[in-house]
């Protein structure tokens, strides 16, 4: 494990803790023949980029992720691993957890959330290659297409729609009455998120259970647009539901995923 730390640029971190709250063993839930963690190591794997490293407070998936391959170094503590417990939170936990043992990481930690079951090898390498290209950055995320609009929204005290709350460049929502005439939105997809490794050190010091910081660097950010289905998120019982759906008709699940 060690030996592949010195050889490589780049870990790639899973979380996958137990205690959904909406989705039951969410990890664990099959989609074909493997479940999320075992196709989210498998892709990661296929990448040969680093070693593939899991998080989890589960002896059961922490068994299932190392039968596929992965790197469980430890049991997350219960601590950081409950629903309100942010992503970066685990992220410096690892980090920890090796500098205690005088162990180099990789200048990069990548974070690949299982529960983004189409993201593309491809596109973990073409993410990678870039933010190394752009050294001058700290992270890249990945983006896609939206058809969210920013320019409205509705108050929730009064119930009624508001319009013209967001002004970016004189664009508001007044401009675009005519959708095709809008700009096109990105939306960020927690698909992909690398960042450098010593971004983390300035949070090392502080409460893992207080952080509300983002895993990744607002402020010194690229981007890597994907696909709305690389960006399909599993957070509720509906989205699983979808998704199963979707797989067992596998002659529109393209057409539907990639709209």
């Known amino acids: 494990m060690e030996k592949n730390f010195k050889s490589k640029d780049l ?10 709250t909406r989705i039951k063993n969410k990890n664990l839930q099959k989609i074909g023949k493997r479940s999320l ?18 998080s989890t407070n589960s002896k059961k998936i922490a068994k299932v992720a190392k039968r596929s391959g992965a790197i ?6 219960k601590i950081i691993s409950n629903s309100n417990s942010p992503m970066i939170s685990a992220v410096i936990h690892l980090i920890k957890f090796y500098s205690k043992k005088k162990i180099k990481l990789p200048k ?3 974070v690949f959330p299982s529960t983004n079951p189409f993201v593309k090898k491809k596109s973990i390498i073409n993410s990678f290659n870039r933010i190394k290209k752009n050294d001058q950055f700290n992270s890249i995320v990945t983006i896609h297409k939206s058809n969210d609009d920013p320019f409205m929204l509705i108050a929730k005290n009064k119930k009624r729609i508001l319009f013209n709350i967001f002004n970016y460049k ?15 939105f990105f939306k960020m997809s927690s698909s992909i998120q690398i960042t450098k490794t ?12 207080k952080l509300r910081e983002a895993a990744f660097d607002i402020k010194s950010c690229i981007s890597y647009e994907i696909s709305k289905k690389e960006a399909y998120d599993i957070n509720t019982p509906f989205d699983l539901f979808l998704l199963k759906y979707l797989k067992s008709r596998k002659k529109i699940t393209e057409m539907a995923l990639n709209r």
Do not use: H, M
Not at 11 to 20: K, N, Q, T, V
Not at 37 to 46: D, G, H, W, Y
Not at 170 to 179: A, G, P, Q
């Open 170 to 184: 004189n664009l508001n929502y007044s401009k675009f009455e005519r959708s095709q005439d809008r700009p096109t």
């Open 198 to 209: 010593k971004y983390f050190y300035k949070f090392f010091n502080k409460d893992l259970t």
């Open 72 to 77: 469980i170094p430890y049991l997350r503590p």
């Open 11 to 20: 870990i790639l971190f899973i979380p996958a803790r137990s205690g959904s």
């Open 37 to 54: 963690i075992q196709n989210k190591i498998k892709v990661c794997l296929e990448t040969n980029l680093g070693p593939v490293i899991v």
């Open 108 to 110: 990069y930690i990548g």
